[in-house]
């Protein structure tokens, strides 16, 4: 039976990715050896890297001002490495409190120094996008998530943060874990953008991190792992990298620009994002948990208005070969991720079966 993997991530992965990786984990470059074992001093993975680093540059049509790494430890370690290497002694730090992500990300950031919350849409059960955000103190940095993967709500727009950090001469940092290379960005506008891989790149193992070589400056005392310039001067090889996410994230990167490049797949998560919230919106069983206008196009939370369906719509999903449905467990309902590699049929399917949820209660 087919499956339809709509889990937040680990994600589902192009179906050639996935076979393309699998004979790799066998014999790599008809070497004799799995891409498991290989060096990563070797010529077949520096080969890997360097391919990944540049179709990542082509993809987000970056330029030489900055440098492409791979590492480790997750957006949770970039928490607290970007607050360190772009927080100045005596400063203050700017946060955007979007939800769960952010929210940590803030905590991590008042280990180091001073940090306050700009906008914050809590108040709300971080429900929607704040607006008009006014800062009347110099900060260092202004620092934000572009897509919440828990609440389901996205940053259309990064205009008005970017105006915001140009007015206060502050370095602009975002986490794209969720909806990086979904679509078009500026990849310009931003001194530091980091990413998770297990969403729209790759197995979880590796961090996607894109820095401005001359944003931050050369800072001896700070331990030498979470030193930015360790891993710029070290072209990410300072230790052992993940070997096998990095590859299959080459993969999923030529797989992108196979299918038409980021405009290409932008339209298409449109499409699917549009599909799905009409359904929502049009199905009386169903509502919409965030602000319409700052609906994630990656990550789509409703529920049912009556807790009485709840065993036969999940029962319907389980039946019909949908993971990964569920909520985070933190607010419960249903999120469905609808990421690069999630093709349009299932999509399609979900909303069948919502459909059919209706039909049987309306008879």
Known sequence: MKKHNFSAGPSILER???EQSSRAALEINNSGLSLLEISHRSQDFISIIEEAQALTKELLNISEDYEILFLQGGASLQFYMAALNFSKPNGVAGYIDTGTWSKKAIEESKKIGRTITLASSVDKKYSYIPKNIANKEKIDYLHFTSNNTIYGTQFHSFQELSN???????KLICDMSSDIFSKEIDINEF????AGAQKNLGPAGATLV???????????HLPTYLNYNTHIQKKSMFNTPPVFSIYVAMLTLRWLKESGGIRSIERKNKEKATLLYNEIERNPLFFGIVNPEDRSNMNVTFNLKNIDHKYQFETMCKEGGINGIHGHRSIGGYRASIYNALSIESVRFLIQIMKQLEIQHNE
């Open 210 to 220: 894109i820095i401005k070589k001359d944003s931050i400056s050369e800072n001896k």
């Open 16 to 18: 050639n990715v996935i």
């Open 191 to 194: 001194d530091l953008v980091y």
């Open 164 to 170: 915001l950090a140009n007015i206060n001469n502050a």
